[in-house]
């Protein structure tokens, strides 16, 4: 990893968001330290900033802010920024922010699911996240793609067909990317369940029927300018091989990142 210790030097800034507190309707925990153990030993070819933020371990809210924080102070520097957790609630204060500093950003959403789920109290929880920003008014419905998607609830089901929402399934990646233009500013949030199990069983909701070669290809073809890597589970990866999928893709990432 080439490391510089002052934003002004980095082409790069990382973001290591740790965070387990996102998720509430699953025993199968363990994001909370993945950036470590995907980032060890890793070597980035591009001069990176690597920061972090610690979360709150009895807010949720409180986590959301402190990313949210951070992510404002990153983007003042005017460098790419990936961040990578962490269960998926921290996309939510990274993308506001992003959106707020960038009016025109659209989003990917590359995941086996939607996460339109309606929230529990007060909490923008790993599943409820493009619902939090739809619904705040953050995004348009027209300003987000899903990707990938293999599994869909009955209440997001209900709030989809209330919106006018772009869904293309696992298996309809031909016509995403028939379909894709491209855009001046563009955020891919990637889940790492969006694989088949036996590419990611270390997470928490294995779900996903996509390849690595297929999100590989999604990356280098939609060109993000931002982006992240959530839901890798460390503790649930007994060979390692979700870690190891999750470096492959980052990898990807940087190259496109560091190439706009």
Same mark, same amino acid.
């Given at each position: 990893?080439?490391?510089?210790?002052?934003?002004?030097?980095?082409?790069?800034?990382?973001?290591?968001?740790?965070?387990? #507190?996102?998720?509430?309707?699953?025993?199968?925990?363990?994001?909370?330290?993945?950036?470590? =153990?995907?980032?060890?030993?890793?070597?980035?070819?591009?001069?990176?900033?690597?920061?972090?933020?610690?979360?709150?371990?009895?807010?949720?809210?409180?986590?959301?802010?402190?990313?949210?924080?951070?992510?404002?102070?990153?983007?003042?520097?005017?460098?790419?920024?990936?961040?990578?957790?962490?269960?998926?609630?921290?996309?939510?204060?990274?993308?506001?922010?992003?959106?707020?500093?960038?009016?025109?950003?659209?989003?990917?959403?590359?995941?086996?699911?939607? =996460?339109?789920?309606?929230?529990?109290?007060?909490?923008?929880?790993?599943?409820?996240?493009?619902?939090?920003?739809?619904?705040?008014?953050?995004?348009?419905?027209?300003?987000?793609?899903?990707?990938?998607?293999?599994?869909?609830?009955?209440?997001?089901?209900?709030?989809? =067909?209330?919106?006018?929402?772009?869904?293309?399934?696992?298996?309809?990646?031909?016509?995403?990317?028939?379909?894709?233009?491209?855009?001046?500013?563009?955020?891919?949030?990637?889940?790492?369940?969006?694989?088949?199990?036996?590419?990611?069983?270390?997470?928490?909701?294995?779900?996903?029927?996509?390849?690595?070669?297929?999100?590989?290809?999604?990356?280098?073809?939609?060109?993000?300018?931002?982006?992240?890597?959530?839901?890798?589970?460390?503790?649930? =990866?007994?060979?390692?091989?979700?870690?190891?999928?999750?470096?492959? #893709?980052?990898?990807?990432?940087?190259?496109?990142?560091?190439?706009?």
């Amino acid at each position: 990893m080439t490391k510089v210790n002052m934003p002004e030097d980095a082409e790069i800034i990382v973001q290591k968001l740790y965070s387990d #507190i996102g998720i509430h309707r699953n025993p199968r925990k363990g994001t909370l330290k993945a950036s470590d =153990d995907i980032l060890e030993n890793y070597g980035f070819s591009s001069k990176v900033l690597v920061d972090e933020v610690f979360p709150d371990e009895f807010s949720l809210e409180d986590t959301q802010n402190s990313i949210e924080k951070n992510t404002k102070s990153l983007i003042d520097y005017g460098k790419p920024v990936i961040s990578i957790g962490g269960d998926h609630s921290v996309s939510f204060p990274v993308i506001k922010a992003l959106k707020e500093e960038n009016p025109d950003l659209k989003l990917i959403w590359l995941d086996s699911h939607l =996460d339109l789920k309606e929230k529990v109290g007060n909490h923008v929880s790993h599943d409820v996240v493009v619902r939090e920003l739809l619904d705040t008014g953050c995004f348009e419905d027209d300003e987000i793609i899903f990707l990938g998607i293999s599994r869909t609830d009955k209440d997001e089901e209900t709030f989809i =067909d209330d919106h006018n929402l772009k869904i293309y399934g696992y298996d309809e990646l031909e016509g995403f990317l028939e379909d894709f233009k491209g855009d001046d500013c563009l955020y891919l949030s990637i889940d790492i369940d969006v694989l088949q199990e036996k590419l990611a069983p270390g997470t928490g909701y294995p779900d996903g029927e996509m390849t690595l070669e297929q999100v590989k290809d999604i990356i280098r073809r939609t060109k993000p300018d931002f982006a992240d890597l959530v839901e890798v589970a460390p503790p649930l =990866d007994k060979n390692h091989e979700t870690v190891e999928n999750a470096r492959e #893709i980052l990898a990807v990432v940087e190259e496109v990142i560091g190439e706009n």
